[in-house]
C-alpha cells in the first residue's frame, strides 16, 4: 500500500518568513501526491496536486510544492507566511484498492497532518 | 461552499444511541468516502460507495454501516455508540475516472459528541 509521512506535529514560523512544511512517500510506481489544508472547525480543502510533469507544482493561496524523486519527498513551501496560514496541514498519496467483487477504486492516504503556527 | 453537504453540523447523543449521519455530494460526482477525525488518531479512512455500491472498506467499527442510495446521497449510521466515537466525521466525494481524478471535495463534517 502507498503511505506518506509528515515528520513534523507542529511546524511554528514567523510571519514573513519562508515555510516548510515536510512529506516524504512511499509508494510502488509513480506516486499522485496531495496537499490539502484545514481550518479549525472546517473540512479540508485542496491546495496542489503532483501527477507528472515539473517537479515545482504550483496550488492555491501562494502555495507551491517540490517533488524530489531521488529524496522521496513532497514537501510544500510558501516564500511568505501570513498568519491566516495558521492551520492544519495534510499530505496524502493517491492509492488503487480491489473489491471482492474485482472492482477497482481510488483512495486517498493521508499523513498525520502538521500543525503550522505563523506568529506575528 | 465546496459542493459536499453534510448534516448535521453538531450531534450530541447518550452512550449506546444510534446516529445518521448524512452527506450528499458534488454535482457529478459517483464516489462517496467517509473518514472520522479524532484528535488521536488522525484522518482515518472508514468506507467508499462508488454509484451505490461498497468499494472499499477501511478501518470501520461492526457498529458503523452505511449506504448509498440512487439520488447518490449517502447516510453514515453508528449504533451502539460510545464515548471513543466521539470525533469529526467527514464526507468527501470524486469522480472515479482515471483521467479526472484530481483528489476529494471535502464537505465541513459533522461533530458528534457522545456523552
Known amino acids: 500500500a502507498q503511505s506518506v509521512a509528515q515528520p513534523e506535529d507542529q511546524v511554528n514560523v514567523a510571519e514573513g518568513n519562508p515555510l516548510t512544511v515536510k512529506c516524504t512517500y512511499s509508494?510502488?510506481?509513480?506516486?499522485?501526491l496531495f496537499w490539502y489544508v484545514q481550518y479549525p472547525n472546517r473540512g479540508l480543502q485542496f491546495l496542489l496536486k503532483y501527477i507528472t510533469g515539473d517537479n515545482l507544482v504550483k496550488g492555491s493561496y501562494g502555495f507551491e510544492a517540490e517533488f524530489n524523486k531521488s529524496q522521496t519527498s513532497f514537501h510544500l513551501k510558501k516564500p511568505s507566511a501570513l498568519v491566516s496560514d495558521s492551520a492544519l496541514y495534510f499530505c496524502a498519496v493517491r492509492d488503487i484498492s480491489f473489491a471482492d467483487s474485482g472492482a477497482w477504486s481510488y483512495q486517498l492516504t493521508f499523513g498525520k497532518g502538521t500543525k503550522l503556527s505563523v506568529i506575528p | 461552499d465546496s459542493g459536499v453537504t453534510q448534516t448535521p453540523k453538531h450531534l450530541i447523543t447518550a452512550t449506546g444511541q444510534r446516529v445518521t449521519l448524512r452527506c450528499s455530494p458534488r454535482?457529478?460526482?459517483?464516489?462517496v468516502y467517509w473518514y472520522q477525525q479524532s484528535l488521536d488518531q488522525g484522518l482515518q479512512f472508514l468506507i467508499q460507495y462508488y454509484n451505490g455500491e461498497e468499494r472499499a472498506k477501511g478501518n470501520i467499527l461492526e457498529r458503523f454501516s452505511a449506504q448509498q442510495f440512487p439520488d447518490l446521497h449517502s447516510e453514515l449510521n453508528l449504533s451502539s455508540l460510545e464515548l471513543g466515537d466521539s470525533a469529526l466525521y467527514f464526507c468527501a466525494s470524486s469522480v472515479l475516472v482515471p483521467s479526472e481524478f484530481n483528489g476529494y471535495t471535502f464537505g465541513s463534517g459533522t461533530r458528534l459528541t457522545v456523552v
Open positions: 509508494v510502488s510506481g509513480n506516486p499522485y
Open positions: 454535482s457529478g460526482d459517483l464516489s
